[in-house]
Every structure is written in C-alpha cells, then in structure tokens.
C-alpha cells in the first residue's frame, strides 16, 4: 500500500514525465491532481519521444490506470487532441478517467491570458492556455466543471453565471468582440463523444486502489518555485505543485501520502520571466542549454539555464517534506571542465541560508559557490551510481550533504534504461 507524490523541486521541466514513466512500471495508478495543459512533460520510449500535456505520463502502460483528477483545469480540445495522438501512435487510453469535478478551460480563458499578459506591465510569460484565467473562476465561483457537459441544459446554466461578466470585460476593457454562448455550447458538447465515458469520481477510484494495496503515483505539474504560494510570487502559476497540493487535487487524505519524491535537474532551467540567482548568461549556460536540449516542450521557448541552487532545493525539500530526490540530466554535466553549486546567497554583505519572500531581496542576491571538479566523461551508459566517475559521485554526495535529502534515483539520458534506481519506491 504506497501513495507516491512525485514534485518538481524547481521552476518545472524537470524530467517528472520521464521519472513518473519510469516509476509507472510498478504503479497501478498514475494521477495528476493540478495545472492543466501548461505542462509539457516528455517520455522516450525506444526511438519513440512522446509528448504529454494533461494525460498522466503512465499511459504508456497498457495495465496502468491514469486520472486526471479534480485539481486539474482541463481543456477538453486538448484532451481529445492528446487521445487522438496516442491512438494515432497505437497508445490505448482505456484505463483514462477524468474527474466530474474538475475545472474546464473555456474559450474566453485561453483569449483572457494572452490579452491579460499583454497588458500585464510586469509580464509573467505565461504558456497562453487559459490556466490563471481558469482557476480565477474556479475561485471565484462561476467556473464550469467537466459534469456541467453532461446535458446543454447544464453547460448552458453554468455560462449564464460567467459569460456575461466574461464579455463585458473582453468588450470594455479589451476592445474584444466577446464570445456567443451557443457557439461555445456547440462546440463543447462536440466533445461529450470522448468525453462523458471517462468521466467519474476519481477519488473514489483512488481511494479504492489503496484499500486493495495498489501502488499509486501522484504526478506533479510545475513545479515548487512556479507554485502559487511557495513560488517567485507573481512569476507562477496559478495552482499548488507542492505535494500539499496533491491531497485536495485528487481527493485524498494528506496521512494517505506515503512518501514524496522531489526531481531535481543537475543543474537549474526557467522558461518565463523571473529573477534567477544562479543563472548563467554566458558560453557555460548556452552550452548547458544545447547538451539539454533546454527548450520548452510546451512553448518551445529557450529555457534559462544556470548552476544547481541548492538554497532553493533545501526551500523544496522544506515545503514539500521530500523524502527522497530523483535526480535527472546529470549527463548534461558530463562536458563541463569544473562545476559550480550555488550554496548560499549574498544580500548586501549578509549570508542567507533560506530562500527569501521578497522578490527585491532574491533579485539583489548574489550565488555563493562551492567550485567542484567536473568528470569529463560520458555517464550516460552507466547503469550503476557506484560505476559513475568519482568526480560524479562527489558531486551527488555533496549535493545531498547541501539540501539534506537522499538521492534515491539517479538519470543519465531521456530513456528509461538511463535510469538508477538507488533505493525501490513501489515494491
Ligand atoms: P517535465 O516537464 O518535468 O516532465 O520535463 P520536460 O519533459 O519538459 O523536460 C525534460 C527534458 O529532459 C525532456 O526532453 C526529457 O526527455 C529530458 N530528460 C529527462 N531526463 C533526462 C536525463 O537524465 N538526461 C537527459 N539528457 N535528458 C533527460
Ligand atoms: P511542466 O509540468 C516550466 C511557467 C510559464 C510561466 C509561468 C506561468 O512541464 O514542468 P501559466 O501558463 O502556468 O500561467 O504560466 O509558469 N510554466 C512552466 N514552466 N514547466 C512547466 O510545466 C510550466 N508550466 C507553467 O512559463 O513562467
Ligand atoms: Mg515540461
């Protein structure tokens, strides 16, 4: 009886679609419980890259049972979009349920979040898919849940509440022509075909699957530092990805948690705007980006890239009780001649240890860095940590040492046989 969260531990792309894949194979439930279609999380298998934005990356498991739970806002175009590319790719989505209670994505959200940003002065370069907007009303008490497409009758009562509010804002502050509801409900009940067989209580489901000792995956979006109280406020997004967030975003009780598993790249990425204290604008970053191929999935946006930030990790090991970390695209590294940690930062002479509130503050902060040698050999074969260069070794260590938590997997390429599983998560 197992109940894993997996969260990332920095500001998203992690290689939580590549460690939840991985971590699949001997789970029978794989949930995501938060974000929407922002994500972009990526599953090599073979020759094969798949590409996942709602569905659980434990599809690719003809046996593993995969919801979309209740704390996700879903954009039902996508999600038929997403089905059709895996039946294209002779993917089965049978075992794919979807909770009634989750929030849809509607057309005016995806249209607000671009006009929102544009107007926006300090601009959070969100993904465009409507999530902020979404969850907005979902808060505000006028969203329209998955079991509202159920009959016209409901969708249509459900956008009586929001659209006139919705159109007088697109009309009056954004010189929008606004939205017709017929189209909308035309065009959304197109998709009950796909939709209304899938949907049901996902909790209940889960909650079932414990009871008979079934090993369940809660698969995070984001990430801790795009997490909408824990994050680089207002460079977030609009849910929680910290394991807090996964008890009420799939309907569990949070004692039902057994462990939580942080993945944490080898170094640090961002895709959006934001202070970034370790970042590297220089030929080590660019190269870093290059060997990681650090472009968004979603977006297809350059990704950021600087050392590993081990103040904000010791904040994601605090926020999330991380039991264990799985660390991914150490090979990345494998090039680099030294390698630098960000142990601690500088904040106008004094040493700070813990990852501030105040954007001001992070924004003045200076990298505090250990120097630690490089390896300058290939790990990506490398099937057994204590087989890793000495050098890699030293680095692992010394990172555990920093953050105070245990490196329990450890990856070296986008495949699932480039993966170290240093101590077992499911039985
Ligand atoms: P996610 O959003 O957390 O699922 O991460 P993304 O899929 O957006 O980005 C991670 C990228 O790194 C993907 O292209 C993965 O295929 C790739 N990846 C994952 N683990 C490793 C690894 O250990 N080494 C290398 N080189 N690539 C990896
Ligand atoms: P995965 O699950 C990286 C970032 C966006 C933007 C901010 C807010 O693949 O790790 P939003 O559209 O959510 O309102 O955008 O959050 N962002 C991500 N960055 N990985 C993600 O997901 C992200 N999802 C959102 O770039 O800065
Ligand atoms: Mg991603």
Redesign the pocket.
Known sequence: MTVVALV?TQW???????ITDVLASKADVVVRYQGGNN????V?VGDTTYKLHLIPSGILYEGTTCLIGNGVVVDPQVLCGEIDYLHRGGISTANLYISERAHVIMPYHKVLDRLEEERRVRKIGTTGRGIGPAYVDKYMRMGVRMLDLKSRESLEQALDQTLPLKNEILQNVYGHPGFRKEEIVDEYLGYRKTILPLLTDTSLLVYQARQAGQGVLLEGAQGTFLDIDHGTYPFVTSSNPTSGGAAPGVGIGPNHIDQVIG?VKAYTTRVGEGPFVSELNDAIGDLIRER??EYG?TTGRARRCGWFDAVMIRYAVRVNGLTGLAM?????LDALEDIRVCVAYEYRGERLEHFPADLNVLRECKPVYAELSGWKEDTTEVKDVTDLPAEAQAYLVFLEEQVGCPIQIV????RRD?TMLLHPIFR
């Open positions: 990332g998203g792309d992690e290689g939580k679609g590549k994500a972009g999380h990526t090599v993945v990681g191929r999935t991914t695209l150490l090979d990345v990856s070296v390429g986008p480039q």
